[in-house]
């Protein structure tokens, strides 16, 4: 298991006028790795690197670096963020850029031999040429190169690239990803955002898109192209609500299409037409209208693209874990994993054995099944079975996990072609197509 550096837990920021930045946002950074955030000017990029450097303070949720709470001046120590704007400063060389780390001011050496050390901690890099230049006559792209190099040699912790690269020819992305690599391997964690990820994302681990202020979907790297960005992707990461009032069963959640849907209920929903995911975009609307979680989203690929590699279920599951899961010891990592692992167990019917391996091990349904009670810990109250596609042997696993689910006052939309897909007998049974619902009494 990587070493936890910085994590961030249900950031809420709102400015000035009013409207929200943040919108309870959740992400974990380890030790040189590199993740990507991909959004549309506005979505909330620029507001989650100033609050993970330390440059503004979150109204809520907490920010941990080495699993321990922290504050702004210390974040602002450890970290950097590098903008657009951000430049070497002028009247120096770029040697003289290098000296100002922190690892040269214990000790004085001649200049010669600063020169040559510079040197050779940019060769690494292929900027050794540079060591002369002015910053003045070097374009901005190089100079956030040089910057990253500088953050690894003065020990930071932490890099937010807050869309440098956005205007950038292929050339300059790709040699930028260059040196994101190079310092990641150096140990220095790397946080790159921008409105498209298809330039960098070999040098990247993890992607995740964010709309007003939410991260709406965890990428896979090859997912992360222009296509990634279209805003009718919700689902696979819904927002933690920290405080979130339990309706009673029976109660309405939220309203779509002139429909009302109720709190414990199972809605089916027969796809005529193949339009079904125009409705999905409706119902995503009309929860962040009554100010509800966005809804998960499961469709029959949802659980290739939306584990990390490298860490078992347990740690995959953490990084949606919120703070109502383990009460005010919820930083306790192995306390955290013994309440995930009960709980799991309970709604999913896994056994301790498999919630130790990795999900590639699992069936298709035991991972859709994970997957709800995933969303379950962010506090989403609308499930959305978008065609899941399970095996006649992995549904009795996937309908134990919806019933836990219809068991905590949640609604669970099933949207499918036919009614022998379906788990159980629905409260409603809807029809779309051409855009609207009818409904039948079952």
Known sequence: MEHEVLRACGLVYCDDAGQPRLDHVDILL????????????????????????????????????????TD??????????????????????VAENLLLAQSFRRFWYPARR???????LLAPYGLERYLDASPAELPPPLQHRLLLVRAALQGKRFVALDGAADGCTVEECIALADTIARVRARGLTVLYTAAYMDKVLYSLQRCAAIERGRVVKLLHPLDGARAAMRPYLYGYCAPVR??????????????????????????????????????????????????????????????AHSWVTGMDILDNLLLAVSTRIAGPFWHIRARMRRLVRQECAAHTGLR??????????????????????????RGTRVYVLEHPSADRADRAVFAQ?????????????????????????????LYWEGGTLREDTV
Do not use: M, W
């Open 242 to 303: 920290l405080s979130l009032a339990q309706d009673a069963a029976g109660a309405p959640l939220v309203t779509a299409c002139a429909r009302q849907f109720y709190a414990g209920s199972y809605v089916a929903i027969l796809d005529h037409d193949g339009t079904a995911h125009d409705f999905v975009r409706a119902l995503s609307h009309a929860c962040a209208k009554e100010k509800l979680p966005a809804p998960a989203v499961l469709g029959a690929d949802a659980a």
């Open 114 to 120: 600063l020169r040559r050390l510079c040197g050779e």
């Open 401 to 429: 996990a919806t019933q836990s689910l219809l068991a905590d006052g949640c609604c669970v939309v099933h949207i499918t072609s036919g009614a022998e897909e379906l788990f159980d007998n629905p409260a409603s049974l």
């Open 352 to 377: 301790d054995a498999q919630l130790s391996g990795t999900p590639d091990r699992l069936t298709h349904g035991e991972q859709l099944s994970l997957l709800l009670y995933r969303a379950s810990l």
């Open 72 to 93: 702004a001046q210390t974040l602002q120590r450890v970290s950097l963020r590098i903008d657009r704007e951000s430049r070497l400063l002028k009247g120096l060389s």
């Open 30 to 69: 380890t030790a040189g790795s590199g993740f990507g955030i991909v959004g549309t000017a506005g979505a909330g990029k620029h507001s989650l690197c100033q609050a993970l450097c330390g440059e503004i303070v979150p109204q809520g949720g907490c920010i941990l670096l080495d699993e321990q709470p």
